[in-house]
């Protein structure tokens, strides 16, 4: 007998008995779908999440001084132009400071966070979004001179200035607790909690403010020296290699080689972390629920079991006409493998269909790859094959004299 020929008659037993069959696929179904939801959901969130790491600082060298460090020890701006001028890695360098202070305008105040750096702030900060609306950003003058100027994000504009859209050229109000200073806007950016969509709500954000960090000195008595550095590079590939020679660079410029005053931190190591987590976090979760699988394959030996039992005098049957010990065995196989993988392709749909519906719901995308699909489909396969095999076994070991008297 062919394969073909045991294909057809496998079809025609799992017809002659739908309600049985689909509830024996059933384990399979759910075992199927819950894995690939699982896998397609948990692989979407973990790229969602990664993405974010890496783009609040895949690219990124934060370059701090410790406190032990002399007023002479601490960074200088000629330090930065140092560093950018000799490694042309390095596509952007800011000092950083983030003040919690006070915006005030047209008789409102509200809770800001006004941040001083360089003009290559606009490039090497993670948090305001670096695009304008209007206006333009702070410039090398404007930070030599300690201008008074700042850009503000969109909705930390709208909030302060009752909903107005062309405020470039205004004056607000900057404060700390112990001194205050006015400042014209020049520009404003794309609004901030645009990179926080879903995060938290719109109207809780404070007002998000870039000034020089020149100009910040006037604005908080605690920022004195450049303590801290934001680096941008080029590629992750140069972070290690430019973390090092800054360092370097830095001792050597300030005559403190082997003292360990400056730090270099990245973000990759933490990146590859969290990316590991989050995998082994969600294949084990996909591991638990194949155990419906495991239930579902049992389910299919049980009915073989049964259908052996029910068709014992037409095992009898074709063994006297000829029919081998081999044809039989290929016949329940084939049989308890179609089970198996119809139950798995209607298992792979309704997972598919529950991963975008999770999904869509979640802000996310589902990501179901074509490893996944075949991996899932050849586990079914193997169920069928594992726990059809007993009952195969069992249908070919039939002596054909008492399967024809069996009632």
Known sequence: MTLLESFKMALDAIRANKMRSFLTMLGIIIGIAAVIAILAIGNGAT???TGTFNDLGATTVSLSVSNNASNDEQITDQDLQAIKNTDDRVTAISPNYTL???AAASGDEKTALIFGGSPDLQRTSNVMDPSLVSGRY???ADYDESAPVAVISADGAKSLFNNQTNIVGKMMTLRSRTTSISVRIIGVTKSTADKFQGAVRRNSFPVYVAIPYSTMKLVSINAGGITDVTIKVRSRNDITAVSQNTVRLLETRHDVVGQQLY???????????????LTLFVEFIAAVAAIALVVGGIGVMNIMLVSVTERTREIGTRKALGATTRDIMIQFLTEAVILSLIGGIIGLILGIIVAESVAAALAITATITWQAIVLVLVFASAVGIFFGIYPARKAAKLNPIEALRYE
């Open 47 to 49: 790229t969602r999440i």
């Open 100 to 102: 919690s202070g006070f």
């Open 138 to 140: 702070f410039t090398q």
């Open 263 to 277: 730090t270099a931190r990245n973000y990759l190591s933490a990146l590859d972390q969290v990316d590991n987590v």
